[in-house]
């Protein structure tokens, strides 16, 4: 045995090096794989209090940082037709229509105007109820002149609608923006259901370019 490993010596240290070898390779990727998963920011969006049109909507940071949230775009329709709009801060038009109503928004906290600001990790904000965001994008869609030959009411009341919920943020980690979307369908009672379990992340290259565009175009 003494004889075989002197005359094999060599081989053996070389497979002591490539396994040695291996497991640092392991132990690197465990810890890389870590290492992104604590850096790698995350937006979750949930739909809460039942499934009717009024319905509210949840957006938390599961991140291991803070994130700023920069705009919140709902989009109504698939890509054939499809109306979107910016809903991050309020619409006084819509949301305080009465004259008591407007003295309220002078005298209303920054969080109840808008979204937009920093939301630390383990924090979440509330984005609204479903009724009042068709209504407030069906408003903007008429006040800016939009065709798009989709009617978000009509939409909704014919029970087959499609709702995709986008938050484009600045994450401290990552360069530009990030974002995150997840959509929300009406069934033939009317009743709403999240379209896939997780909220989609836009994280990547292309990713963040497309949140990018989306950002651009409704500075």
Same mark, same amino acid.
Request: hydrophobic share 40%; net charge neutral.
């Given at each position: 045995?003494?004889?075989?490993? $002197? ?8 497979? &002591? ?32 209090? !039942?499934?009717? %049109? ?10 291991? $940082?803070?994130?700023?949230? %920069?705009?919140?775009? #709902?989009?109504?329709? %698939? ?7 910016? &809903? ?31 939301? $630390? ?23 800016? %002149? ?30 530009? &923006?990030? !974002? ?9 009672? !009317? ?5 896939? #379990? ?22």
């Amino acid at each position: 045995m003494g004889s075989w490993i $002197e005359q094999h010596a060599t081989l053996l240290q070389v497979g &002591v090096s490539i396994a040695t070898l291996m497991v640092w390779i392991f132990y690197a990727q465990l810890l890389f794989q870590s290492y992104r998963r604590v850096r790698r920011p995350k937006i979750v969006i949930n739909q809460m209090l !039942g499934n009717s %049109d009024k319905a509210r909507f949840l957006i938390s940071n599961m991140s291991q $940082e803070a994130i700023h949230i %920069d705009k919140v775009l #709902v989009c109504i329709g %698939d890509e054939t037709q499809q109306v979107c709009e910016q &809903v991050t801060d309020s619409d006084p038009e819509v949301d305080f229509q009465t004259d008591q109503g407007r003295k309220s928004a002078h005298a209303a906290r920054l969080e109840e105007l808008t979204v937009q600001g920093p939301l $630390e990790s383990g924090r979440c904000i509330e984005l609204g109820a479903l009724q009042n965001l068709m209504r407030r994008i069906t408003h903007q869609a008429r006040a800016s %002149d939009k065709d798009t030959g989709t009617d978000p009411d009509k939409a909704v009341g014919e029970g087959k609608c499609r709702i995709e919920i986008i938050v484009i943020a600045v994450y401290s980690s990552e360069k530009g &923006v990030i !974002g995150a979307s997840r959509a929300f369908v009406c069934d033939e009672d !009317g009743q709403l259901h999240p379209e896939m #379990v997780q909220t989609t992340q836009h994280a990547g290259f292309f990713a963040r370019r497309r949140m990018a565009r989306l950002h651009a175009q409704y500075a």
